[in-house]
């Protein structure tokens, strides 16, 4: 059984965590990418193995 990995929907990089709110408190809905700042309830669940498949890179988008 392989963990499922979320990444980004807009930069489609694994660099998503959950964000915080402005209080502090973790808001378990929303994900923000530290790639490219993306914050919202959107993401894209993955196997591993189509990390590899699908060629998604972790090196800096020239976006
Ligand atoms: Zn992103």
Redesign the pocket.
Do not use: A, H, V
């Given at each position: 059984m392989m963990t499922r990995i979320k990444i980004?929907p807009?930069?489609k990089?694994p660099?998503l965590k959950n964000a915080v709110n402005v209080s502090g408190w973790l808001a378990p809905d929303l994900y923000e990418?530290t790639?490219?700042r993306?914050i919202g309830s959107l993401f894209l669940e993955i196997d591993p193995k189509d990390l590899k498949e699908k060629n998604i890179s972790f090196e800096e988008s020239s976006d």
């Open positions: 980004c807009k930069c990089k660099t990418c790639n490219c993306y």
